[in-house]
């Protein structure tokens, strides 16, 4: 039980006072998101705002990681861990390198 000034929880009335702070924490995070977006489109407007840069990846060692990761001498984590990067972006990259090889065969 928890007792305060005016008021006190306990297990009879604990949903209610979770759903009145739920319902608090829910506009709250609704107004800091509003804003947030705000100041993106107000940046974006200046032109001040361009999202979070690509990590830059070495050419030469990019195309050696995909070389041993097509020829299946080492799997995505690996591939991941030589070009420091997430294995999410491994597999993006992948993709497009991939997606790229083919636009030149055609």
């Given at each position: 039980m928890i007792q305060g000034e005016g008021f006190s929880i306990d297990d009879s009335n604990r949903a209610e006072y979770f759903a009145i702070l739920h319902a608090l924490y829910a506009k709250e995070k609704s107004f800091i998101d509003k804003q947030r977006q705000a100041g993106i489109e107000r940046a974006s407007a200046e032109g001040k705002y361009q999202g979070r840069q690509r990590?830059?990846?070495?050419?030469?060692?990019?195309?050696?990681?995909?070389?041993?990761?097509?020829?299946?001498?080492?799997?995505?984590?690996?591939?991941?861990r030589e070009l420091g990067v997430g294995r999410a972006t491994f597999f993006r990259r992948s993709k497009e390198f991939h997606e790229n090889v083919l636009a030149l065969t055609r």
């Open positions: 990590r830059r990846l070495d050419e030469i060692v990019f195309a050696d990681v995909m070389e041993r990761y097509d020829a299946a001498t080492i799997n995505a984590e690996q591939a991941a």
